[in-house]
């Protein structure tokens, strides 16, 4: 009876982690096909790079620079998704909430970092913001 018991629960558990894994595939799919690409992947990549050799230049230990790159990714993902079509954010909203983003990732960083290092922090994320709201200017033209 035991054997039984634990051979039902095995069955259980494998079918609803299939099930679970199904529905979050679904899920997957279905934000990818909603999604906006705000930049084009050449963007993308010159951003970076210049992020990189940006952050390079506030010279910061492995252990900093992990944390100052994770609280940066947090933010920038939830950015990232302010504008897909499932969002049905208006422009007002979308930038709103993009400075929102830019304000907690300065608020996150600064106790973290150095007088110097955040004076470079915040001219990095002065030219991002400018540049992320230059690009949701450029798609809400492009939707008119």
């Known amino acids: 009876m035991k ?3 634990s051979v039902l629960v095995i069955i259980l558990v494998f079918t609803s982690f299939n099930v679970n894994s199904q529905s979050s595939n679904d899920l997957k799919i279905e934000r990818q096909k909603n999604r906006v690409e705000m930049f084009s992947s050449d963007e993308r990549n010159e951003l970076q790079i210049w992020f990189y050799h940006k952050t390079e230049s506030m010279q910061l230990s492995d252990d900093e620079d992990n944390l100052y790159h994770g609280i940066i990714v947090l933010y920038m993902n939830k950015m990232m998704r302010l504008d897909d079509m499932d969002q049905d954010f208006t422009q007002d909203e979308i930038i709103e909430k993009v400075q ?4 907690m990732i300065n608020s996150s960083v600064q106790p973290r970092l150095s007088d110097e290092q955040y004076t470079v922090h915040l001219g990095m994320m002065d030219v991002l913001c400018e540049i992320v709201m230059l690009k949701i200017n450029e798609v809400q033209i492009e939707t008119i």
């Open 3 to 5: 054997t039984l018991k």
């Open 100 to 103: 929102l983003n830019f304000d």
